[in-house]
């Protein structure tokens, strides 16, 4: 079975400061990982997948397989960052395939 | 333009009565998705469909059912609703490919029975 776990509801950072947002997962095989973003009165949204090794919006998430751990960075936190974060994983075979499980989410709250 | 279309945004409906959401994407796209997510809660997949006349159970059991006749359309019926089945409904799809394809979501129905 595949499991997402956040373990912070909640975050709040002040604008300019790093921001770490923790992910963590439970699957056997290989997975695919992302990060999802929900902004306020928006809907759910990409914001990276972990295959591409892409920056979005300052953001990065390295997939670390020894901690089981993708977690979401961004060197200085603007308030536009305030959102719903999801990360999620997608199994690469048999009953997994193509079905994305999704953590808990973590509200991150950027202040002036 | 091609979007992902989910209506209605918002149903409040009696317990016992039929309802069925609707979900349209004019993507081309293969896969489709329900979730179901509860205020502050994690997502959960109910049901899925690769293709036409396709149709899976998802990891939460749920009372409700789907239908793939056409590959636009993936609606979401519930025979009775009760106040259990309060929560937002979330509809998706991706291309046909693998797992690192990502999904895009629909707006969403947030149901309330009473």
């Known amino acids: 079975a595949q499991r997402v776990t956040q373990p912070e509801k909640l975050l709040s950072v002040f604008k300019g400061a790093p921001v770490e947002l923790k992910c963590n997962y439970s699957y056997s095989g290989s997975p695919e990982l992302f990060w999802y973003v929900q902004y306020s009165r928006q809907r759910l949204q990409l914001l990276l997948r972990?295959?591409s090794r892409e920056s979005i919006k300052g953001f990065t998430a390295d997939l670390n397989k020894g901690e089981t751990s993708f977690h979401l960075k961004k060197p200085f936190a603007q308030e536009e960052d305030s959102a719903m974060y999801y990360c999620a994983l997608s199994g690469a075979g048999g009953t997994s395939y193509g079905k994305l499980t999704f953590g808990q989410g973590t509200i991150l709250t950027v202040h002036p | 333009e091609a979007d992902i279309y989910q209506t209605p945004r918002y149903l409040v409906i009696g317990t016992g009565k039929k309802i069925t959401l609707e979900c349209s994407q004019t993507?081309?796209?293969?896969?489709m998705y329900w979730y179901q997510q509860d205020p502050g809660m994690e997502l959960h997949l109910i049901h899925y469909?690769?293709?036409?006349?396709?149709?899976e159970k998802g990891d939460l059991s749920s009372e409700s059912t789907v239908s793939r006749i056409r590959t636009e359309h993936f609606p979401l019926t519930l025979e009775s609703a009760r106040p259990s089945h309060t929560s937002q409904y979330l509809c998706?799809?991706?291309?046909?490919?693998?797992?690192?394809?990502?999904?895009?979501f629909g707006s969403g129905t947030q149901l309330s029975v009473l």
């Open positions: 998706a799809s991706s291309p046909k490919g693998g797992a690192r394809e990502k999904l895009f």
């Open positions: 469909s690769y293709g036409v006349n396709s149709t």
């Open positions: 972990h295959i």
């Open positions: 993507m081309g796209h293969d896969k």
